[in-house]
């Protein structure tokens, strides 16, 4: 099933490039829809999928929905090259469990007013432009791995205060973010399709299919972003892009932020800033001027309400079923643990003792990786039983594995046989509850190798772990 979910997404991201460089260059409408939301992507060059909890990703590609927990709220503002058009966002993220979370975002442009004369010779004042975007979205996942979403827009413009146009759209996005979030990967496309007609004419609105990779790592306490961008515009004959990074302090609430980014043929560095206390975040970004206008600032302000943290962030994944997902952010659980232990297996007919040892091992590490379990170690197991002069390497049946558990102390006894049967390799394993004498769950299955074995003892203890 996972191989299958993995061949969809890069299946998807193969289609991407193809279906952009089959689209030419051509006039569009509503350039105002490919503007970056968030101060905090827009200072990092464009990237934004590798940003966690982020409703700025959530409305560049709504697959990011789904690895979203909490409720959240920004609002961004800023100038365009003209230092007169007026910019707008706000994007708010709805948690709902494990049906995954819905977006909802306005993007606005305005474009000034300008004084204008009738043929009487009377002046009045005149927007020229005057757009917006309202758009709801949801995601969520597929699996541990894989997050998919999608939002319908309705697109809206009016020029000169006399002509107006509207259009319906949709976004839709894929995205694999690793068992800890830290690797990134994604694609998505921006207004599928749509067009406005003003009067006669009809434009299209500015497809964008686009990918993204990121990857976050600790550099001592601090926590360090880098990612890349690549976009293909339905309007261009050539790719745009950018790379950025962000270094955030954990001794400190504040976080630095520089990329770079290409768009038209044109590059610009950008630059940025951000304060988070206590799950309300303040946002700068900067853009030097150019040859083509005014330097860019924007600014954001985001508001979380809910999980922040990876550890928070993790409980939401329990709670949602991703419990690998859960374990790998660093879920805690925080009742009273069982002690368990796993016995030496017993062994025969072509699997030696080295090799059920190293079978016991690999059950041991995987029931390790148990919030709930406390596991006793092979040296304290060998130790006591040899003490008390137990046969601790024949010890197969419930009778034998619950007298071993109550000179360990243990609540449960994982008991172990590695055989070979006929042509193949047979492996059973037994749970009993020390307290009742009842056998808790058995497990028994074949390889045709000793190798086989080991997996399947790894894939045990791991459903064990996860409380499958």
């Given at each position: 099933?996972r191989q299958?979910?993995?061949?969809a997404?890069?299946?998807?991201?193969?289609l991407?490039p193809?279906?952009?460089f089959?689209?030419?260059a051509?006039?569009?409408s509503?350039p105002f829809?490919?503007e970056?939301?968030?101060?905090?992507?827009?200072?990092?060059?464009?990237?934004?999928l590798?940003l966690?909890n982020?409703?700025?990703?959530?409305?560049?590609?709504?697959?990011?929905?789904?690895d979203?927990?909490?409720d959240h709220?920004e609002?961004s503002a800023?100038?365009g090259?003209d230092?007169i058009s007026?910019?707008?966002?706000?994007g708010i993220?709805?948690n709902?469990?494990?049906?995954g979370?819905?977006g909802?975002?306005y993007?606005?442009?305005d474009?000034?007013?300008?004084e204008?004369?009738?043929?009487n010779g009377?002046?009045?004042?005149?927007t020229?432009e005057?757009?917006?975007?309202?758009?709801a979205?949801?995601g969520?996942?597929l699996?541990?791995?894989?997050?998919f979403?999608?939002?319908a827009?309705s697109?809206?413009?009016k020029?000169?205060e006399?002509?107006?146009?509207?259009a319906?759209?949709?976004d839709a996005?894929?995205m694999y973010?690793?068992?800890?979030?830290?690797f990134?990967?994604g694609?998505?496309?921006?207004?599928i399709?749509?067009s406005?007609?003003?009067k006669?004419?009809?434009?299209?609105l500015p497809?964008v299919?686009r990918?993204?990779?990121?990857y976050?790592?600790?550099?001592?306490?601090?926590?360090?972003?880098?990612g890349m961008t690549a976009e293909k515009p339905?309007d261009?004959?050539?790719?745009?892009g950018?790379a950025g990074?962000?270094?955030a302090?954990?001794?400190?609430?504040?976080a630095?932020?520089?990329?770079?980014t290409r768009?038209?043929?044109?590059?610009s560095?950008?630059t940025g800033?951000?304060?988070n206390i206590?799950?309300?975040?303040l946002?700068?970004?900067?853009q030097p001027?150019g040859?083509?206008?005014?330097?860019?600032q924007?600014?954001s302000?985001c508001v979380?309400f809910?999980?922040?943290d990876?550890?928070?962030?993790?409980l939401?994944?329990?709670?949602?079923?991703?419990?690998r997902?859960?374990?790998?952010?660093g879920?805690?659980?925080?009742g009273p643990?069982?002690?368990?232990?796993?016995?030496?297996?017993?062994?025969?007919?072509?699997?030696t003792?080295?090799q059920g040892?190293?079978?016991a091992?690999a059950?041991?590490?995987?029931l390790?990786?148990?919030p709930r379990?406390q596991?006793?170690?092979r040296?304290?197991?060998?130790?006591?039983?040899?003490?008390?002069?137990?046969?601790?390497s024949?010890?197969?049946s419930s009778?034998c594995?619950v007298e071993a558990g109550?000179?360990?102390g243990?609540?449960?006894?994982f008991s172990?046989?590695a055989?070979?049967?006929?042509?193949?390799y047979?492996?059973?394993?037994k749970a009993?509850?020390?307290?009742t004498?009842?056998?808790?769950?058995?497990?028994?299955?074949?390889a045709?190798t000793?190798?086989?074995?080991y997996?399947?003892?790894v894939?045990?203890a791991?459903?064990?772990?996860?409380?499958e």
């Open positions: 099933m299958n979910k993995y061949l997404l890069f299946s998807t991201l193969l991407f193809a279906l952009s089959a689209s030419g051509g006039t569009t509503a829809l490919r970056q939301p968030t101060a905090r992507g827009f200072s990092m060059g464009g990237v934004y590798p966690i982020d409703p700025g990703a959530a409305y560049i590609n709504p697959a990011a929905l789904g979203m927990t909490g709220i609002l800023w100038k090259l230092a007026q910019y707008s966002f706000a993220v709805l709902a469990g494990r049906a979370s819905f909802i975002n993007l606005g442009y474009s000034g007013s300008e204008i004369y009738d043929l009377n002046p009045s004042d005149i020229l005057k757009d917006y975007a309202v758009s979205g949801w969520r996942n699996g541990e791995e894989l997050f979403g999608g939002q827009k697109v809206n413009s020029l000169a006399t002509y107006s146009a509207n319906v759209t949709f996005g894929i973010k690793s068992l800890d979030d830290n990134t990967l694609a998505g496309v921006q207004n399709n749509g406005l007609k003003y006669t004419a009809a434009d299209p497809r299919i990918g993204e990779a990121g976050r790592f600790q550099v001592g306490q601090d926590r360090f972003t880098i339905s261009a004959a050539s790719l745009n950018g990074a962000e270094y302090f954990t001794a400190l609430p504040l630095v932020r520089a990329g770079i768009f038209n043929d044109a590059t560095l950008t800033i951000g304060v206590k799950g309300i975040s946002d700068y970004g900067f001027a040859d083509l206008g005014e330097a860019i924007r600014f302000l979380n809910g999980s922040s990876d550890a928070s962030r993790a939401i994944f329990k709670q949602r079923g991703l419990k997902k859960a374990l790998a952010m879920y805690k659980y925080k643990r069982i002690p368990v232990s796993v016995l030496q297996p017993e062994t025969g007919g072509g699997v003792a080295e040892a190293a079978i091992d059950i041991r590490s995987g390790g990786k148990s379990l596991l006793i170690a040296e304290e197991t060998e130790q006591v039983l040899k003490e008390q002069r137990f046969q601790y024949v010890c197969a009778d594995a109550k000179l360990l243990a609540r449960k006894i172990i046989s055989l070979k049967v006929g042509n193949e047979s492996l059973t394993i009993v509850d020390v307290e004498g009842a056998q808790d769950y058995a497990f028994t299955g074949t045709s000793v190798d086989g074995l997996k399947l003892a894939k045990f791991d459903r064990v772990a996860l409380g």
